[in-house]
T-cell receptor, first 114, second 111 residues
Framework: DVKVTQSSRYLVKRTGEKVFLECVQD?????MFWYRQDPGLGLRLIYF???????EKGDIPEGYSVSREKKERFSLILESASTNQTSMYLC?????????????FGPGTRLTVL | QKEVEQNSGPLSVPEGAIASLNCTYS??????FFWYRQYSGKSPELIMF????GDKEDGRFTAQLNKASQYVSLLIRDSQPSDSATYLC???????????FGKGTSLLVTP
């Protein structure tokens, strides 16, 4: 079974803090993704990576950066957290691009920025 | 903007009935289609995917794809209260890396 793990289930941070969200997958997947999910807005793609050290902006990259130094690990960084970044953050991975690219999700991190 | 549209619901069906969930998409380059189930407070889990026009069955679930009309649907037969969740439709466009997700349909199965 594919396993995608995220470093924290719940996180509370202060405005202006630097926040690191970690994601690890154990199935040698090429692609990894970071989403945020908000009521009424659905899942929105922040960034994705299709290879080590490669990254692409998604629909809402502003205020975020990412790092992928190893194939199994994809980190989301909030350089200076703001209250509008309070959300559920979901990491996902997929084996390849193209048709057979179902994504498998981690359990999510609910981040609250005060 | 490549849109994936779903009725937000809630869709309420009695236990044992067939639940029908629909999804439309705007980009004719869409090639593969996924249905995810998400329980409250949990992350999405894949139910099934479909690439070709027609029906694909997996247990109580049937996905239907009509590329000419640009819609994909999910039928749940013999609905159970445990099927109560939000169902997300996702579309892959042009064999790219990412999926476009709809906002989901909330399903409530009443005993």
């Amino acid at each position: 079974d594919v396993k995608v793990t995220q470093s924290s289930r719940y996180l509370v941070k202060r405005t202006g803090e630097k926040v690191f969200l970690e994601c690890v997958q154990d199935m040698d997947h090429e692609n990894m993704f970071w989403y945020r999910q908000d009521p009424g807005l659905g899942l929105r793609l922040i960034y994705f990576s299709y290879d080590v050290k490669m990254k692409e902006k998604g629909d809402i990259p502003e205020g975020y950066s990412v790092s992928r130094e190893k194939k199994e690990r994809f980190s989301l960084i909030l350089e200076s957290a703001s209250t509008n970044q309070t959300s559920m953050y979901l990491c996902a991975s997929s084996l390849i691009a193209g048709g057979n690219n179902e994504q498998f999700f981690g359990p999510g991190t609910r981040l609250t920025v005060l | 903007q490549k849109e994936v549209e779903q009725n937000s619901g809630p869709l309420s069906v009695p236990e044992g009935a067939i639940a029908s969930l629909n999804c439309t998409y705007s980009d004719r380059g869409s090639q593969s289609f996924f249905w995810y189930r998400q329980y409250s407070g949990k992350s999405p889990e894949l139910i099934m995917f479909i690439y070709s026009n027609g029906d694909k069955e997996d247990g109580r679930f049937t996905a239907q794809l009509n590329k000419a009309s640009q819609y994909v649907s999910l039928l749940i037969r013999d609905s159970q209260p445990s099927d109560s969740a939000t169902y997300l439709c996702a579309v892959n466009i042009n064999s790219g890396y990412a999926l476009n997700f709809g906002k989901g349909t909330s399903l409530l199965v009443t005993p």
